[in-house]
C-alpha cells in the first residue's frame, strides 16, 4: 500500500532547464511533506518541506509546490546543475502523528552538462 | 565531525548468523530511527526511539531488536539472519519538536548470502 507514490523512476535534463519532480499521496491525513535528495552510499539529506497550509514554498533554486486537491505536489529545480544528480525522496507526514517519515520510491535525476 | 554515523558500513554474512548494527549520533539530538531501504528502494521506517524509550514499532519481526544505551545510539541487533533481511538500513536522529528535520547516517549494506 504505497501512500507517496513517485511514478517517475528517473529523469534526464540538460544542465540550465528546469527539473519538475512530481510526487503524488493517497493519504489526507498527510499535513507536511518534504523532499530529501540522496547521493550514491550516503544517507538522504533534507531539501526543503512544505506545510499543507500553504501552496509554495521556495528556497534558492528549489521550490515546492503543493495541490492538496489533487494530492500531489512538485519539485522544481531552477536552473538544474550537474551536482543536483541524484536520488530525489519525496516524504511525508500525519497530522498529529508520530514524525514517522512515509517516503515514496524516489526519483533519479540526471543533469547532464 | 559526523553528524549521524554507522558501523559496519557493509555487512556480507550467512543466513542464521546474529549480526548488530550500530549508530551514534553527535548532534544532541533525543530521537533516533532505524529504516530499510528494501530491493524495490523503499525506505521504510522500522523503530523510533526518544529519551532511550521505544516509540514506534513498525510490525518489524522480533528477530530485529533496537537497543538505545543512552540518547546518543540506538543499535539494531539482527538473530537468525534470512536472505529478505538483506537491505540498506539507515539510522536517523532529530530533536524532539514537531516537524523537526531528521538527519540520516550513511547507511549499512548488509548482505545475507
Known amino acids: 500500500d504505497q501512500q507517496v507514490k513517485q511514478n517517475s523512476p528517473s529523469l534526464s535534463v540538460q544542465e540550465g532547464r528546469i527539473s519538475i519532480l512530481n510526487c503524488d499521496y493517497t493519504?489526507?491525513?498527510?499535513?507536511?511533506f518534504l523532499w530529501y535528495k540522496k547521493y550514491p552510499a550516503e544517507g538522504p539529506t533534507f531539501l526543503i518541506s512544505?506545510?499543507?497550509?500553504?501552496d509554495k514554498n521556495e528556497d534558492g533554486r528549489f521550490t515546492v509546490f503543493l495541490n492538496k486537491s489533487a494530492k500531489h505536489l512538485s519539485l522544481h529545480i531552477v536552473p538544474s546543475q550537474p551536482g543536483d544528480s541524484a536520488v530525489y525522496f519525496c516524504?511525508?507526514?500525519?497530522?498529529?502523528?508520530?514524525?514517522?517519515?512515509?517516503f515514496g520510491k524516489g526519483t533519479k535525476l540526471t543533469v547532464n552538462p | 565531525d559526523t553528524a549521524v554515523s554507522q558501523t559496519p558500513k557493509y555487512l556480507v554474512t550467512q543466513m542464521g548468523n546474529d549480526k548488530s548494527i550500530k549508530c551514534e549520533q553527535n548532534?544532541?539530538?533525543?530521537?533516533m530511527y532505524w529504516y530499510k531501504q528494501d530491493s524495490k528502494k523503499f525506505l521504510k521506517i522500522m523503530f523510533s526511539?526518544?529519551?532511550?524509550?521505544?516509540?514506534i514499532n513498525e510490525t518489524v519481526p522480533n528477530r530485529f531488536s533496537p537497543k538505545s544505551p543512552d540518547k546518543a545510539h540506538l543499535n539494531l541487533h539482527i538473530n537468525s539472519l534470512e536472505l529478505g533481511d538483506s537491505a540498506v538500513y539507515f539510522c536517523?536522529?532529530?530533536?524532539?519538536?514537531?516537524?523537526?528535520?531528521?538527519?540520516f547516517g550513511p547507511g549499512t549494506r548488509l548482505l545475507v548470502l
Open positions: 536517523a536522529s532529530r530533536m524532539q519538536g514537531a516537524r523537526e528535520t531528521q538527519y
Open positions: 493519504n489526507s491525513m498527510f499535513d507536511y
Open positions: 548532534l544532541g539530538h533525543d530521537t
Open positions: 512544505i506545510s499543507s497550509i500553504k
Open positions: 516524504a511525508a507526514l500525519t497530522q498529529g502523528g508520530s514524525e514517522k517519515l512515509v
Open positions: 526511539y526518544n529519551n532511550k524509550e521505544l516509540i
